[in-house]
């Protein structure tokens, strides 16, 4: 008998979790991979995220909307356009703007691991409510991340600054998480200096839009970056409002097991042609290694 079939490997837990998790979420999923560690359901997150056993995700990443689509002006390609990327983003109202955010991060909150993570993105419309929505929630707020743009559109009124920053807030479950960090890979990154909380990364290559844009994409590099500091091969990544799911194809890309929800169809289409996109490259690349092993194996047989 082949001892292998009983073998139980950190990849066959975390497996068994991750479909355990999905089965429970009760709904058809909008797409599943062929590597079955992608799935992505369309859905109000604040309707499925009670169905996510609690203690089961061990990282989050959460781009809620800003609620800043109200008749503002902003500067695109060089022409002044007025901010509206979708219903989805037009304000309810700094109360309601409130609940919603409690709503959503209480059930966040409840299905992270003991020692797992949360990371969540926004600018001054909703960032305070965000951070006070978890101070109340009793996260451990871990780090403020300034996320520099480096190159953002200039500011057309000249009454203000240029707006070149966004924050990312770092929390653990509670005060009680022992958080994973990746200090030692972090360091490396950043030439072997310990790495600091401003982060220099430019918005979205072109390369990462080929199919379609969606209004607030980030930039993979950001994500990359958020992945590898906090989370081990395999473990379960969660986003409750993934748009074109960049969270997503970083956490293919690193081996890690993921769940993404939006409410829009159009989102979770380009999520579908991106997690594509990077499938087929990725056994295209597969098979030309098998291609030029097999190819030295016969050189070798001559
Ligand atoms: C800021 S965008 C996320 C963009 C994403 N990080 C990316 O890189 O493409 C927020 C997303 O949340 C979705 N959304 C808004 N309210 C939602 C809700 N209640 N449940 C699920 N998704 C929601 C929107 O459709 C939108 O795609």
Redesign the pocket.
Known sequence: MDNNNFLITDDSIMRHSYKYIISKIGIKPFYVNKDENSTFFKV???NVLDSIPHDSINMIFA????FLSNGGMTCHAGKRVSVDK?D?DKSMGIEATHVFNIEWLRRCQNVLTKDGTIWVSGTSHIIYSIGFAMQQLGFKILNDIAWYKINPPPNLSCRYFTHATETVLWAAKNKMSKHYFNYPLMRKMNNNKQMQSLWSITAPKPEEKIYGK?P???PIALLERIVLASTKKNDIVLD????????GIAAYRLGRYFIG????KE?LDKSVKRLNFEQRNKHDVRQEIKKVEKEVEKLVAV
């Open positions: 109000d997150c604040l781009d809620p909307p800003y979708g989805w969606h607030t994409q980030k409750p409002f993934t748009g074109s799911s960049t969270t929800i939006d409410n829009k989102y």
